[in-house]
């Protein structure tokens, strides 16, 4: 079955960097776009960052433009989501989110457990 697995998460301090990663089994990883979602308490789900099969196509939120990015590596069934200049409202909850196909312009139908990144004050 199809399985996402987040890691990297974990205490930053304002400024630093963190790499999230998403490992992927149980489907042909490469066909399909897949999502960064944060949730924050009290907050819906936000996206964050997405990336088409094959990298042509990413989005980035405003907040996340110009400080983090999103790559892939198929032939490792991984996506990552590169974090620099962390701030206070980057803390929440990080899931990775498998697409529909592989557009990011299609719903999502599996997510991982996420993984917490809390920034220090």
């Known amino acids: 079955q199809v399985q996402l697995v987040e890691s990297g998460g974990g205490l930053a301090q304002p400024g630093g960097s963190l790499r999230l990663s998403c490992a992927a089994s149980?489907?042909?990883?490469?066909?399909?776009?897949v999502t960064w979602a944060r949730q924050v308490p009290g907050k819906g789900l936000e996206w964050v960052s997405a990336?088409?099969?094959?990298?042509?196509?990413?989005y980035y939120t405003g907040a996340a433009k110009g400080r983090f990015t999103i790559y892939r590596e198929n032939a490792k069934n991984t996506v990552y989501l590169e974090m620099n200049s962390l701030k206070p409202e980057d803390t929440g909850m990080y899931y990775c989110?498998?697409?529909?196909?592989?557009?990011?312009?299609?719903?999502?139908?599996?997510w991982g457990k996420g993984t917490q990144v809390t920034m220090s004050s």
């Open positions: 989110e498998k697409h529909l196909t592989n557009s990011i312009e299609r719903g999502m139908d599996s």
């Open positions: 990336v088409s099969s094959d990298v042509r196509v990413t």
């Open positions: 149980g489907f042909t990883f490469g066909n399909y776009a």
